[in-house]
């Protein structure tokens, strides 16, 4: 047909039958055969081992979600971008998106347990302090130490194996949630025994350097949000990278309508009575809350967005370190922090140590003029008095009793908050 209409053309000298042959090659009805369709070409996402911190491993967090990234079943969103570019390493965050089935797609966060730079730092430190050189393999350095020969030949997670880290989950162990630590670590297959037996030697180095880093994905793995804990979910690690599921920060809402900063204020309070009374006895605490620390989901629920900063106290069993016990320091405790810091003793922290951090720093800029006066003045001066009642256990209580009070039918009960619609409809709890 394509030899029948070039011979055709050649002998036609009439511009206009010309273009009228050429019109009827070009339909489809016409021609004999097709053009063969050109293969698509799927873009090649191009990961290095540096951003990713798998070339640091085993001294990183875990492995367990690398599949997912070389599939590119959780991209970035910079990925959704013309240049196809992956985000600068030195951030200690990134918005992304994660799939089970290539069709529906949920936002996730994806974070560093600390910068980049901190991490570069303490990795520089470990071979300078342990080998004596500016560089090394960051594995063979912290095997020959010898906490972890310790932790080679226990069966068990004992309090003498944390004694010294930084975190505040471990400045008052008890042998129940070390235990609970063990047999709840999410990054090896089976981990359903309080002893050690299902962990390698491998696990049992990413486990501690998790522990002396940074112990937010512990807290995430051991209370999950699935059994009604204030946390995200973990969704696992790569690297020195954790996938967890996205929330927005609350300092995003300190600009937002009177009735949600109502709403998630007593969301906050509410988070901090369940931590300090719960029915498995364990006392949670804060060291320190930014406008970071707590995060919101999109349906308005508020949790505990970042919790590297909580400590963990067992009202059951208590603590069984002396303080004595928690000066031991080595190079597991000067991954993130000065060696030098002091830690705080477990009798010196209160119950409602949490909540006059959080009258500090947190509710008076999210509550700052939202209302009309008089509530507005009520409001701000209760917190005035939570703020400056380390004193007074029972006026930081009575405070915010009243600040709720105040609070609760400031609130809606519309679409917006569907963590909690169209329950509040019907129900005298909210």
């Known amino acids: 047909m394509g030899r029948w209409i070039c011979c055709l053309c050649s002998r036609i000298t009439d511009p206009l039958m010309l273009l009228l042959v050429l019109a009827l090659s070009c339909n489809p009805s016409t021609a004999a055969t097709t053009s063969p369709s050109v293969p698509h070409i799927k873009p090649s996402y191009s990961f290095g081992r540096t951003f990713l911190g798998l070339d640091k491993c085993n001294a990183c967090i875990g492995t367990s979600i690398c599949k997912k990234f070389f599939k590119e079943e959780i991209r970035f969103d910079t990925w959704l971008s013309s240049h196809l570019k992956l985000p600068p390493s030195y951030l200690l965050s990134y918005s992304g998106n994660y799939t089970d089935d290539a069709k529906s797609w949920r936002m996730v966060d ?29 594995e063979r350095a912290l095997r020959r130490t010898q906490r972890f020969q310790k932790w080679l030949r226990a069966k068990r997670l004992t309090p003498d194996l944390v004694q010294g880290l930084s975190s505040p989950l471990l400045r008052c162990p008890s042998q129940r949630l070390l235990d609970r630590i063990v047999r709840r670590y999410a990054e090896v297959p089976d981990a359903g025994s309080i002893y050690m037996d299902h962990l390698t030697d491998r696990d049992k180095l990413r486990l501690l350097y998790t522990l002396s880093v940074n112990s937010h994905p512990i807290l995430l793995q051991i209370f999950p949000d699935v059994e009604g804990w204030p946390f995200p979910r973990y969704l696992g690690s790569c690297g020195r990278l954790v996938v967890s599921a996205s929330t927005r920060p609350l300092r995003d809402f300190y600009s937002a309508a009177p009735e949600v900063a109502a709403d998630l204020a007593l969301q906050l309070l509410a988070v901090l009575r369940s931590m300090g009374t719960n029915d498995l006895n364990y006392f949670f605490y804060f060291t320190h809350v930014d406008s970071g620390t707590f995060g919101v989901f999109s349906n308005g629920h508020l949790f505990i967005r970042d919790a590297s900063t909580l400590g963990v106290i067992d009202k059951e069993e208590g603590s069984q370190l002396i303080n004595g016990q928690q000066e031991h320091k080595d190079i597991f405790s000067c991954l993130t922090v000065d060696c030098q810091s002091a830690f705080v003793s477990c009798d010196s922290i209160r119950e409602k140590h949490s909540l006059v951090m959080v009258c500090q720093e947190l509710l008076p800029k999210l509550l700052k003029g939202k209302f009309l006066q008089p509530v507005q003045e009520k409001i701000d001066s209760f917190l005035q008095h939570c703020a400056s009642g380390l004193a007074d256990d029972q006026g930081v209580n009575e405070a915010i009793a009243k600040l709720a009070e105040i609070l609760k039918p400031l609130r809606s009960c519309d679409s917006r908050f569907s963590y909690r619609y169209p329950d509040c409809k019907y129900s005298d709890k909210y």
């Open 110 to 138: 994806i974070t560093r347990l600390t910068s980049k730079y901190q991490h570069d730092r303490a990795d520089k430190r470990i071979c300078t302090s342990l080998l004596k050189t500016k560089t090394c393999s960051l």
